[in-house]
Nanobody
Framework: VQLQASGGGLVQAGGSLRLSCAASGSIFSRYVMGWYRQAPGKQRELVAMVVTGGSTHYADSVKGRFTISRDSAKNTMYLQMGSLEPGDTAVYYC?????????WGQGTQVTVSS
C-alpha cells in the first residue's frame, strides 16, 4: 500500500484547507483509514479516522471543525479542515491500517498563522 498526501499550506486563523490522500489501490473496504498530525516537539496524534463500514471518529480538539471522508471511485481520502487555529499547525500524515500492518503517507505541512 502506498499513500500520497497533499493539500497542506499556509492559512490564516479561521481559514480552511482540504487535505487529500491518494491510495495506490482499492483499500477502503479493508483498511481503517486515518489522519494523524505531529507538531514540533510533540508526539504524533490521531486527528480523525474512518473505519471500513464508514463510521468516523474525531479527536476532541477537532470535532465540529474537521470532516474526514473518502471517495472509493478515486481511491482518495480527504480531510476538510475549517475554523483553523494556530494550534492546528503540524505535519499531517495519512494512515492505512489492517490488523498489525500500518502504512503511512509522506506528510504534508499545515501552518496556521494568527
Amino acid at each position: 500500500v502506498q499513500l500520497q498526501a497533499s493539500g497542506g499550506g499556509l492559512v490564516q486563523a479561521g481559514g480552511s484547507l482540504r487535505l487529500s490522500c491518494a491510495a495506490s489501490g482499492s483499500i477502503f473496504s479493508r483498511y481503517v483509514m486515518g489522519w494523524y498530525r505531529q507538531a514540533p516537539g510533540k508526539q504524533r496524534e490521531l486527528v480523525a479516522m474512518v473505519v471500513t463500514g464508514g463510521s468516523t471518529h474525531y479527536a476532541d480538539s477537532v470535532k465540529g471543525r474537521f470532516t474526514i471522508s473518502r471517495d472509493s471511485a478515486k481511491n482518495t481520502m480527504y480531510l476538510q479542515m475549517g475554523s483553523l487555529e494556530p494550534g492546528d499547525t503540524a505535519v499531517y500524515y495519512c494512515n492505512a491500517k489492517l490488523g498489525v500492518s500500518a502504512y503511512w503517507g509522506q506528510g504534508t505541512q499545515v501552518t496556521v498563522s494568527s
